[in-house]
């Protein structure tokens, strides 16, 4: 079971980045994806889950209406697409696969980070 995060990058505020997470090893229909962020001396907060099986999608307010959370079931890939970015959403993102919830504690499997950095 493994979760392969790639996409990010520094990026000038108001740029864009796609993130991507491919899952392998195991079929992730019914599982919910959830991307989580962690900044500098802060703690892993919430971004965005997606369920698999149904059209439910929920985002953290501070992202909400800048970023989306489109999939591609036959690729078993979620994506994280991020617009008008601030330099308060500078973080590491981790894509993970669980329970449809904002708490990672629901969430078993995890991939690596991607840096996102959003200079002003």
């Known amino acids: 079971v493994q979760l392969q995060a790639s996409g990010g990058g520094l990026v000038q505020a108001g740029g864009s980045l796609r993130l991507s997470c491919a899952a392998s090893?195991?079929?992730?229909?019914?599982?919910?994806m959830g991307w989580f962020r962690q900044a500098p001396g802060k703690e892993r907060e919430f971004v965005a889950a997606?369920?698999?099986?149904?059209?439910?999608?929920m985002y953290a307010d501070s992202v909400k209406g800048r970023f989306t959370i489109p999939r591609d079931n036959a690729k078993n890939t979620v994506y994280l697409q991020m617009n008008s970015l601030k330099p308060e959403d500078t973080a590491v993102y981790y894509c993970?696969?669980?329970?449809?919830?904002?708490?990672?504690?629901?969430?078993?499997?995890w991939g690596q980070g991607t840096q996102v950095t959003v200079s002003s």
């Open positions: 993970a696969a669980g329970v449809y919830s904002r708490s990672g504690s629901n969430y078993f499997y």
């Open positions: 997606i369920r698999w099986s149904e059209v439910m999608i």
């Open positions: 090893g195991r079929t992730f229909s019914n599982y919910a």
